[in-house]
């Protein structure tokens, strides 16, 4: 039984249900597309689901929100279960806005719009290999419960995060900074719940001053809203010099969910492992376990507001930021996102600043746009390579150097890529299955039919 998944020619393979993944099946497969799905956990949303990672950030810039579309719609989904608050102020000095959810909520939301949208869904499902004809893939071999089978496509979206499918294509991909291939360290998360948000404020708000990095919104003073912040320097390096943590970072940087108490803790930094090497992940996962660990006494004794709180979870996996890159049509720059430069071939937009966590110790960069409600385009080509006609990469993978990924990589522009990658896969399937022959104008228009915000002007 099932085994005839096997056997169809598939218009579309989705390899990776993170968030882009999840915009590229559930718009294709809405466009008409027969789309299967492959996913190595048993639940779709990637980093948001299997790594606790949140909140989404950021959907606007300045107060125009440039994404929209499937993300927005997953957001009012989300919303109407009450599942999030929807778009909120950004406490700390760094977006505009940021977007609280509960994983769980994601979890249910985007199996309700993969089935909907007519997807056939393998999860507990691996890709492990590609069967590369010439410029064509021709099928990916799977391993679940079902032993290993191959599975075939005219089309194929790789948005596994780290490139998998692009990779095994034996097509070229950078990996990490050029100087030393090091990429941005990995973190395992923490969530808490029974945080005391009232205790944590006061402490906070009657120490403004130890809290630089800290945007009090008018907003925290007057409404009983959680506290999103960077800071306990302080704290954190004392603690280090008694010997009690050892993370390579010098504080803590913690958001609230849409939960009362309940908090995640983005602060430990496993450096100096790639996570597309499988002994490296797995000492980085244990790595991070340790930190945690360390993490968790040091919150419980020395952070206002956490004295009863409870450890409800860490990772489950720990979150990659960056690993393989494609080398595609062409490849997004720091320079490109800095300046603004307008592409014609634009299909999603973005404001959030190019943030790097720094690959070999303490600190983080963020280079900011020069003028608060700037933001950038993102071009088709960065998601397609010369070397393969019917691959399209998605997500943190796409084509961008070291620095640009570090802007593109977050959630709300992974998802805005997505929906463009499912939609071009559609167009393409109809045809030779050719990607790089996609018309521009014919996807754009459909991206702006399904609702998603092009600026045509910057084009
Ligand atoms: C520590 C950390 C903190 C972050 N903080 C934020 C934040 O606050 N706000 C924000 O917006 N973004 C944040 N990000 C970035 C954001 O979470 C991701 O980069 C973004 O969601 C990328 O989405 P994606 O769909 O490209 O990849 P992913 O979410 O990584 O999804 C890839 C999917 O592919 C699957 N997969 C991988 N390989 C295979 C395979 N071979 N076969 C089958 N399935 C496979 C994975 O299981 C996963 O479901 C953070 C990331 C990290 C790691």
Not at 55 to 77: L, S
Not at 205 to 216: A, M, R, S
Not at 431 to 450: H, I, M, P, W, Y
């Amino acid at each position: 039984m099932g085994k005839e998944v096997y056997e169809r020619m598939y218009d579309v393979i989705v390899a990776g249900a993170g968030v882009s993944g999840c915009a590229a099946a559930v718009s294709a497969g809405r466009a008409g597309a027969s789309v299967l799905v492959i996913e190595k956990n048993g639940y779709p949303g990637g980093t948001l689901t299997g790594c606790g990672v949140g909140p989404m950030m950021t959907f606007h810039a300045g107060d125009k929100q440039i994404i929209c579309g499937f993300m927005q719609e997953t957001v009012d989904r989300l919303m109407e279960k009450g599942y999030s608050p929807g778009h909120v102020p950004d406490t700390k000095q760094y977006t505009d806005t940021i977007t609280p959810f509960r994983a769980e909520g994601l979890k249910t939301v985007l199996d309700e719009m993969l089935v909907e949208s007519g997807c056939k869904v393998l999860l507990h499902t691996f890709v492990g290999a590609v069967e590369r004809e010439g410029e064509k893939i021709k099928g990916l071999t799977l391993c679940n419960k079902d032993g290993l089978n191959k599975a075939w496509a005219k089309v194929f979206i790789d948005a596994t995060g780290d490139g998998d499918v692009a990779a095994w294509a034996g097509l070229p991909m950078t990996n990490g900074r050029p100087e030393d291939g090091a990429s941005q360290p990995m973190t395992m998360k923490m969530k808490y719940c029974n945080v005391s948000t009232q205790k944590l404020k006061e402490h906070v708000l009657t120490h403004l001053d130890e809290f630089p990095k800290l945007k009090p919104h008018e907003k925290l003073f007057k409404e009983d809203i959680p506290i999103d912040l960077e800071g306990f320097d302080g704290e954190v390096a004392q603690a280090k010099a008694r010997g009690e943590l050892s993370m390579a970072r010098e504080n803590i940087l913690m958001f609230a969910t849409d939960r009362e108490g309940e908090y995640i803790i983005n602060t430990t930094r496993v450096i100096g492992y790639d996570a597309t090497d499988a002994s490296g992940l797995s000492e980085a996962e244990m790595a991070g376990r340790r930190q945690c660990a360390e993490l968790d006494r040091f919150l419980r004794k020395y952070v206002p507001g956490f004295e009863n709180a409870l450890l409800e979870f860490t990772g489950p996996s720990i979150g990659v930021r960056s690993s393989r890159q494609l080398r595609g049509v062409y490849t997004l720059t720091a320079g490109d996102i800095l300046s603004c430069k307008p592409f014609d071939s634009a299909v999603a937009h973005s404001g959030y600043p190019i943030d790097i966590h720094n690959p070999s110790g303490e600190g983080a960069e963020a280079i900011f746009l020069t003028e608060r409600g700037d933001y950038y385009s993102i071009p088709f080509e960065i998601m397609v390579c010369p070397e393969a006609s019917n691959l399209i990469v998605t997500g943190r993978c796409v084509s961008a150097t070291f620095e640009a990924q570090a802007a593109i990589r977050v959630t709300p522009s992974a998802g805005a890529l997505g929906q463009a990658a499912g939609t071009a896969a559609f167009l393409a399937a109809r045809k030779d299955g050719d990607v790089r022959k996609t018309e521009l104008a014919a996807l754009r228009e459909a991206l702006l039919r399904q609702g998603a915000y092009l600026d045509l002007a910057r084009a």
